[in-house]
Nanobody
Framework: QARLVESGGGLVQPGGSLRLSCEASDLIFEYYAMSWFRQAPGKEREGIACISMTGTVDYVDSVKGRFTISRDNAKNTMYLQMHSLQPDDTAVYYC??????????????????WGQGTQVTVSS
């Protein structure tokens, strides 16, 4: 069964940076688009970034210019480099795939495989 495991979360001061990783197993990783979601306390889970099988990327406006999504197919791993973090970025961050090869949007009901999440806290 396909499995995704996130890592790299933690506590960071406003303006700081973090890099999240999402390692896939039992999945032909290179065939699929991969996405990052996040869920802040008291809010619904939202999709924030996606990278297609071919490397085409998509970002929501709230993270555009601050976050960079990337993938290393040789390592079955996706990354989210986050800069200029703000308290509003505090959330549990999840990686997921809907097992399509292109970025289809962030309607979470279409996503079949999820990681367990990693906490990112931005606070002074």
């Amino acid at each position: 069964q396909a499995r995704l495991v996130e890592s790299g979360g933690g506590l960071v001061q406003p303006g700081g940076s973090l890099r999240l990783s999402c390692e896939a197993s039992d999945l032909i990783f290179e065939y699929y688009a991969m996405s990052w979601f996040r869920q802040a306390p008291g809010k619904e889970r939202e999709g924030i970034a996606c990278i297609s099988m071919t490397g085409t990327v998509d970002y929501v406006d709230s993270v555009k210019g601050r976050f960079t999504i990337s993938r290393d197919n040789a390592k079955n791993t996706m990354y989210l480099q986050m800069h200029s973090l703000q308290p509003d970025d505090t959330a549990v961050y999840y990686c997921a795939t809907d097992l399509l090869d292109y970025c289809s949007g962030y309607g979470s009901t279409g996503y079949d495989v999820w990681g367990q999440g990693t906490q990112v806290t931005v606070s002074s």
